[in-house]
């Protein structure tokens, strides 16, 4: 298996533009999230979904953010308009059902998303 | 509500000395408790988990931790370090069936010749 597979791994973008990052799970997965990775911040879980369906989206930033999963093989996460603020690396990782304990995560490379 | 707290944010140590990364973890249950490691540029990869099984757990690389209730500790250890072993370490806790991961803010190895 290719593991998750992230695009783009590097995206550079002006202030108030739109940017969309996709995702592609294990196939088999169940679940997947979204991360944020910032040197102030350390790793936020943003989203994550289980069966193609948003579970918890508490760590969502603010309405700027939205992520969808319109089937088992892919989901996106964009921000629109982005800022500044958003710079960080974004990670996707996606998981097997939970069975009582939970199961290993296993992530993407990341997509380092700069805003000038 | 559940937490994790790594004790120090940079380690160095000598390639073929010993290696801990200190975790300590809050949870009003029996957590799940994990490693994982980031090394640089890369995507996270689980080093290894504990969810309630033997309290000593072996993971990849050589690496173990020993799960201990009494002092809320999840401590990451290796006898003799790699130069390859340099990364970001992160201790991670989760409640039994629920899927969402907490966190540490991550240890930085160093290895030095």
């Known amino acids: 298996d290719a593991g998750v597979i992230q695009s783009p791994r590097h995206e550079v973008t002006e202030m108030g533009q739109e940017v969309t990052l996709r995702c592609k799970p294990i196939s088999g997965h169940n679940s997947l999230f979204w991360y944020r990775q910032t040197m102030m911040r350390g790793l936020e879980l943003l989203i994550y979904?289980?069966?193609?369906?948003?579970?918890?989206d508490s760590g969502m930033p603010e309405d700027r953010f939205s992520a969808k999963m319109p089937n088992a093989s892919f989901s996106t996460l964009k921000i629109q308009p982005s800022e500044p603020r958003d710079s960080a690396v974004y990670f996707c990782?996606?998981?097997?059902?939970?069975?009582?304990?939970?199961?290993?995560?296993?992530f993407g490379p990341g997509t380092r998303l700069t805003v000038l | 509500a559940q937490s994790v707290t790594q004790l120090d944010s940079h380690v160095s140590v000598s390639e073929g000395t010993p290696v801990l990364l200190r975790c300590n973890y809050s949870s009003s249950y029996s957590p799940s408790l994990f490693w994982y490691v980031q090394h640089p540029n890369k995507g996270l990869q689980l080093l290894l988990k504990y969810t309630s099984a033997a309290t000593l757990v072996k993971g990849i690389n050589g690496f173990e931790a020993e799960f201990k209730k009494s002092e809320t500790s999840f401590h990451l250890t290796k006898p003799s370090a790699h130069m390859s072993d340099a990364a970001e370490y992160f201790c991670?806790?989760?409640?039994?069936?629920?899927?969402?991961?907490?966190f540490g803010a991550g240890t930085r190895l160093a290895v030095h010749p």
């Open positions: 990782a996606s998981s097997l059902p939970t069975s009582g304990f939970h199961n290993e995560q296993f």
């Open positions: 979904f289980n069966n193609n369906v948003p579970i918890d």
């Open positions: 991670v806790v989760s409640l039994p069936r629920d899927n969402k991961l907490i």
